[in-house]
Structures are given as C-alpha cells and as structure tokens.
C-alpha cells in the first residue's frame, strides 16, 4: 500500500514518548504525528518514513499544551511595587504553557488597549477574565469603590469578545478597612456574579473571608455551577480542621459545581493547608500559577514548578497533567484545547 499520500504524510513525528492525553485517557508509549500544526495520529507505532521530521523523544512525558488559567499578562508600570504583568511568549511557552487566562488585570477601561497591544500580538494564546472593577488593577482604586463596578458594561464587553474573555473576575475588595454604608460586603461579589448572569459565564473569585462575608456562604450560597475560587489553598481559607481534616462543606460546594483552583500566587499556597487537604481527598480541580513579575523569581517560578510541588505532596502524575490541561479546559469552556486529539491544535 502506498505511504507517500498526502493524507498519510507528517510534518513531524514524536517518536516513542509517554503520552499523557488525560482527555482521551491515554497513559504510554506512543508515537505523535503532527501535519499543518495540527494533531494527525496518537498511535503504537508510526513509520518515521512518513514524516518529514522526526525526533526520539522517548527519554520524555509527551503532554498536551498546559493551560494556566490565572496569570498577569497585561503589562503596565506600577508606581507603588503592586503586580505588574509577565511576558507570555518569554516567561510560559519555555514552561509547556500555551494556553494562559489573565485573571482581572484588565477591568473594561483597558481591554481593548490589552486586546491590540498584547493579545492581538502574542504568540501564547492569551484569554481573559475581566475585571468586575472598570479599571481592573491597573487603577486599584476601582477595586475598592463599589460605584465603579459596572456589571452591564463589562458584560457587554465580555459578550462582544467572548472568543477572547472568559469569565469575569472579582479581587481584592475591601480586605481589611471597616465596612461603612458605601462599602458594603458582598459588592464586588454580588456585582461580578450579576455581570456573570447576565453574559452566561462563570466568575473567578479572589476573596477575603471576614465575619461579614464567611468563606462558607461563599461557596455555598454565592457561587454558581461553574464558579471558581482561586487561591484555594492560601492561609485565610477554613479548609481543615485542626486536625487536619477537610471540613464537609467543602465537598460540599463540589457537589454544588463550585471550582476550587489552585492559584499559587506569592502567598496563596500553604503546605499546612494543601498537604491534608489532598490527603483527606480534597484535591484542587485546577493547578494555576498567579505568575506575574513579583513572583517570577520565587515562590511561584513557572508552571512547572507548582506542578512538582502537587507532585511532591502526593497527587499522581497523570492527575497533575490532566488539572492542568483538561479540567482548566473545561473550565473555561474550551474543550478543544488541553488534549492531544486528532484534529487538535498541536
Ligand atoms: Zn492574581
């Protein structure tokens, strides 16, 4: 049978790794052929004479590209050392990361400046979940100011590039100032999740726990299907006991559909917490980073990096490949990405 067709040609071929597709519960040896930058064939056994390119990769794990669903990507000069983005095309793709979704760095003031100037010119796939607050953390004051939380701005917005945004994002909001009448507690909550109904999609969520605000009514009551706590495993957040078991509501708001992301960040990933919680069955359903340039250098370093420490701490490999490839996929709607699927971007 002749093998020079078109249709039984590759660009390259991946020759002898171990695949790890979680998508398509795929977990060993295999070859992979790519032809137009797509996923041809995921097979036993590929012939290299039909592949223009082929390299030996079987001294390594063969994985679809990461998607890391919280990062700061949108770059702008900070004058008080608060976050400034990263650069995805230096600091992700070196890390397996192809797919990124900036977490609210961008409210509805700047996104079209963030769309043309680093989006539109990115070689990473960059998706947003924008800021509930108009002027995102660029203008930090907007966090802090219930008045310039716009639900029906940002989700016509969110609407008008959906292929773009992916969520709506609420942070930071009055975590430690008394509550006054202008500055009630669930505002940047309660708007991010009106924004969210109204153009269909989930909210990322950032949040302070006080006595006015429990963490408990937030992932119980407040959150929808769908909706994701970042940071899950950062030190205010009442997941275990004192002895270190894994309080039932929180299986409880899985139940309910609420997403627990990892979201390391500079100070948001607690070994105290992380470690009992996986022991006690209590494992995020997505592994992010909350890289930006404050946090490039350590703790947070690259994907990879927070990847291992799941590793270290007892999840097995194939489930830290597969929360960080299909479930953030899931996440923000794209199951097309994260998975070595034939026809899939490779
Ligand atoms: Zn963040």
């Given at each position: 049978m002749a093998i020079n067709s078109e249709e039984e040609s590759y660009d390259l071929l991946l020759k002898g790794g171990h695949v790890i597709d979680?998508?398509?519960q795929i977990d060993g040896k295999m070859d992979v052929a790519?032809?137009?930058?797509k996923i041809k064939q995921v097979a036993k056994e590929i012939s290299s004479e039909k592949a223009t390119k082929v390299v030996n990769v079987s001294d390594y794990y063969v994985v679809p590209g990461?998607?890391?669903i919280h990062t700061h990507v949108y770059r702008f000069q900070s004058s008080n050392g608060y976050i400034e983005?990263?650069?995805p095309d230096a600091h992700l793709i070196s890390s397996g990361v192809t797919t990124t979704v900036d977490a609210g760095t961008a409210g509805w003031r700047h996104f079209i400046d963030f769309k043309e100037n680093f989006i539109d010119t990115s070689r990473t796939r960059i998706l947003v979940y924008i800021n509930i607050a108009s002027g995102g953390m660029v203008l930090q004051s907007t966090e802090q100011d219930p008045k310039e939380l716009h639900p029906k701005i940002t989700a016509g917005i969110a609407e008008s590039y959906s292929d773009i945004i992916v969520g709506i994002k609420a942070a930071h909001y009055w975590v430690n100032q008394p509550?006054?009448?202008e500055h009630p507690p669930w505002a940047s909550i309660d708007k991010a999740l009106e924004a969210g109904d109204l153009c269909n999609k989930p909210i990322m969520v950032d949040f302070w726990p006080r006595p006015e605000r429990p963490y408990t009514?937030?992932?119980?009551k407040k959150l929808r299907s769908g909706?994701?706590?970042?940071h899950v495993f950062g030190r205010p957040f009442p997941i275990v006991d004192k002895s270190g078991k894994v309080y039932d509501y929180m299986f409880e708001a899985k139940e309910r559909g609420?997403?627990?992301?990892?979201?390391?960040?500079?100070?948001?990933?607690?070994?105290r917490n992380a470690i009992p919680a996986i022991k006690g069955g209590f494992v995020p359903d997505s592994i992010s980073t909350d890289l930006h340039m404050g946090n490039i250098n350590g703790p947070v370093v690259n994907m990879i990096n927070v990847m291992s420490k799941c590793l270290s701490i007892g999840m097995p490999l194939y489930e830290v490949i597969m929360r960080s490839t299909v479930t953030p996929a899931k996440e923000i709607g794209r199951s097309d990405l994260g998975t070595l699927s034939v026809g899939s971007e490779a």
């Open positions: 979680p998508a398509n790519i032809k137009d930058k990461l998607i890391d983005g990263m650069v509550w006054d009448s009514e937030l992932i119980l909706d994701i706590h970042t609420v997403i627990f992301d990892l979201g390391h960040g500079a100070g948001s990933f607690w070994f």
